[in-house]
T-cell receptor
Framework: DAGVTQSPTHLIKTRGQQVTLRCSPK?????VSWYQQALGQGPQFIFQ???????QRGNFPDRFSGHQFPNYSSELNVNALLLGDSALYLC???????????FGPGTRLTVL | QKEVEQDPGPLSVPEGAIVSLNCTYS??????FMWYRQYSRKGPELLMY????GNKEDGRFTAQVDKSSKYISLFIRDSQPSDSATYLC????????????FGGGTRVLVKP
């Protein structure tokens, strides 16, 4: 049983560009959450998707947007990249019948 | 002030010692408490999950929650070099749709 997968593993962008990160949840999970983890800090909640709708959102600007597909996979989009967006972006999946969240390996984004 | 505080360490212990980790929090609405382990450049891995106050034991790991003091702890017995990692505490106010709020993580080094 594959766990949570994310792509790409890492990427480098320049300021002002746009980026799309992808996540496939663990089999049987229908909820996907995205977190940003800056170097040396704990993950910070960006938003959560359930039934293709954004259910909760953390304190992140509108430059951060997402989408969930009918197969429960999800994308995170970040527009107008800033140097401060450089971080490890983590996807976590869960189900409505299971309380815990399982994390993927993350996508490391570097903005130059 | 952050909602969840965690000493960043590093915490260095000899192999076989007990590792003691803790977090304090300010939001009395938190009811679900988790500990994650994160190896360098990897995603967090769930270790322990507890609800409300009390103790929970799983192998070499013991988690304690004291809601009256807003204080949680994780103890690792018979520590091994493979336990060297960053340990993150995480909390949630609700089970369903549970946005996780993380501490900053404590780096642990277990020396052979």
């Amino acid at each position: 049983d594959a766990g949570v997968t994310q792509s790409p593993t890492h990427l480098i962008k320049t300021r002002g560009q746009q980026v799309t990160l992808r996540c496939s949840p663990k089999s049987g999970h229908d909820t996907v959450s995205w977190y940003q983890q800056a170097l040396g800090q704990g993950p910070q909640f960006i938003f959560q998707y359930y039934e293709e709708e954004e259910r909760q959102r953390g304190n992140f600007p509108d430059r951060f947007s997402g989408h969930q597909f009918p197969n429960y996979s999800s994308e995170l989009n970040v527009n107008a990249l800033l140097l401060g967006d450089s971080a490890l972006y983590l996807c976590a999946s869960s189900s409505s019948s299971e309380l815990t969240q399982y994390f993927g390996p993350g996508t490391r984004l570097t903005v130059l | 002030q952050k909602e969840v505080e965690q000493d960043p360490g590093p915490l260095s212990v000899p192999e076989g010692a007990i590792v003691s980790l803790n977090c304090t929090y300010s939001n009395s609405a938190f009811q679900y408490f988790m500990w994650y382990r994160q190896y360098s450049r990897k995603g967090p891995e769930l270790l322990m999950y507890t609800y409300s106050s009390g103790n929970k034991e799983d192998g070499r790991f013991t988690a304690q929650v004291d809601k009256s003091s807003k204080y949680i702890s994780l103890f690792i017995r018979d520590s091994q070099p493979s336990d060297s990692a960053t340990y993150l505490c995480a909390m949630s106010a609700t089970a369903a749709g549970n946005k996780l709020t993380f501490g900053g993580g404590t780096r642990v080094l277990v020396k052979p």
